[in-house]
């Protein structure tokens, strides 16, 4: 799936089955509130937080999973309130950020393999 479906496919949900869109600050607060899920799990399979309980990381990485796309949801709902095109945004971030970092990366001695 582009982009560009997936923002299509989202208008279409928001306006059949969800009614209507969140204004912005309500999906930046519901943005935040799900990117805290995101940060909960990645602190525990990834990190040193360990889980509440062992049958909760069983189901951990298939959760992560859905709170990625919870956020993803998210973010385009913003981006079509807001009349933003993600392709083309996301295609011109690139293009800076390869101007901008052509070099930097490389020479980081902190992201070399050992």
């Not at 279409?12 to 519901?30: D, F, H, K, S």
């Not at 990117?35 to 889980?51: N, P």
């Not at 996301?90 to 980081?108: F, G, P, Q, V």
Request: proline share 1%; charged share 35%.
């Amino acid at each position: 799936m582009e982009l560009k479906e997936a923002q299509e496919i989202v208008d279409q949900w928001i306006n059949t089955i969800g009614v209507r869109y969140y204004n912005e600050l309500t999906n930046l607060a519901i943005l935040m509130e799900e990117v805290g899920e995101v940060s909960r799990l990645i602190a525990r399979i990834y990190g040193e937080q360990s889980f509440k309980r062992p049958e909760d990381e069983a189901l951990a990485k298939a959760k992560l999973s859905d709170e990625l796309a919870d956020v993803l949801f998210v973010v385009i709902c913003l981006a079509n309130t807001t009349g933003v095109d993600l392709t083309e945004a996301l295609k011109i971030n690139l293009e800076k950020k390869t101007k901008r970092d052509a070099e930097r990366h490389a020479s980081n001695k902190k992201l070399r393999k050992e």
